[in-house]
């Protein structure tokens, strides 16, 4: 089967799994109520999941690795640190007078600092290997969780609970002032991204190959960065963090979809993404009744997946 007829079939099962999702349950007296929450909720799964997908095979091909995804190397502790913050220092009412948007930006901002900072002092460095990137990121994860922990500990339970809210991925209290904001943002990621897609399939093959065929490496890395962690801070704010999310839905891309070319892994992620995300919503709210977050079952399979993975790379 060639690889347009294996997106054809991903993107059939992804459109009826959506049509499901919106339809299911729905009569004459409460149609007009649930279409009015499902759809917002849709519009959060599918802008969410494209951002993870994109986002996650951009970055797996600018630091040259399959394994290494944005959430791994930390951002979406740093997401949950810089809100836990807001909260310690000026309360929790500041996170209720600040525009939802200026918050979004404000993380963005320095994810982005943090992200750059990363690229300096280790992307550029020769000889390191997957190991040493993400005992990095994992130390760096972990730290930014405790400090996250420590200043959870000292504020009000009160204002605890508002910075819950934001500790674990969910759909049911979607920030709707974010929604269109947010899809805007990532469709204007996706656009300035489109003309660079080409450039990624010649950097898949390493950094010397990239610059003797003409590409601007470092520019082009700084490039593809700027988007990586634009789209991680969409999906972080919309519902927060699903960190196996990226790596588990690209992995499986690349098993379906043998190819080196962006436009069609780029495609398959976020078709696959998509699948992941309605399908486990479903079975949050159909099998669980709402008792498990997604997130819960995203990661508990996105990081058995993730051990394979590394006892995988270690055989090779």
Do not use: C
Request: net charge positive.
């Amino acid at each position: 089967m060639s690889n347009k007829n294996k997106l054809f079939v991903l993107l059939i099962g992804f459109v009826v799994l959506t049509s499901l999702y919106l339809t299911i349950g729905l009569n004459e007296a409460n149609w007009n109520y649930a279409l009015s929450r499902r759809i917002p909720k849709t519009i959060a799964i599918i802008v969410t999941a494209f951002s993870i997908a994109f986002s996650t095979v951009v970055f797996q091909t600018i630091t040259n690795n399959r394994i290494l995804t944005p959430s791994v190397l930390g951002l979406d502790s740093l997401y949950l640190l810089v809100q836990t913050t807001i909260v310690f220092i000026l309360g929790s009412r500041t996170l209720d007078i600040i525009d939802a948007r200026t918050n979004f930006i404000i993380s963005i901002l320095i994810m982005m600092m943090f992200s750059i900072i990363i690229y300096k002092f280790l992307f550029k460095k020769e000889g390191r290997n997957i190991y040493f990137l993400l005992l990095i990121g994992m130390v760096f994860s972990t730290l930014f969780q405790s400090m996250s922990s420590f200043m959870q500990m000292l504020i009000d339970p009160n204002e605890f609970s508002i910075v819950q809210n934001n500790m674990f991925a969910s759909f049911n209290n979607i920030n709707t002032n974010l929604l269109g904001f947010s899809s805007a943002i990532f469709l204007g990621s996706a656009l300035y991204s489109i003309p660079h897609i080409y450039k990624m399939d010649v950097m898949s093959l390493g950094k010397e190959h990239a610059i003797n065929l003409g590409i601007d490496y470092n520019s082009m890395v700084k490039k593809m960065l700027f988007v990586t962690i634009v789209m991680i801070s969409v999906s972080t704010a919309l519902i927060g963090p699903i960190t196996f999310l990226g790596l588990l839905v690209v992995n499986l891309s690349r098993e379906i979809i043998d190819t080196y070319e962006h436009k069609y892994l780029i495609i398959a992620s976020m078709i696959i993404s998509g699948i992941s995300l309605i399908g486990g919503q479903l079975i949050v709210e159909r099998l669980f009744n709402y008792s498990t977050p997604i997130s819960v079952i995203i990661n508990l399979i996105g990081g058995i997946y993730f051990i394979w993975l590394l006892l995988k790379e270690k055989k090779l």
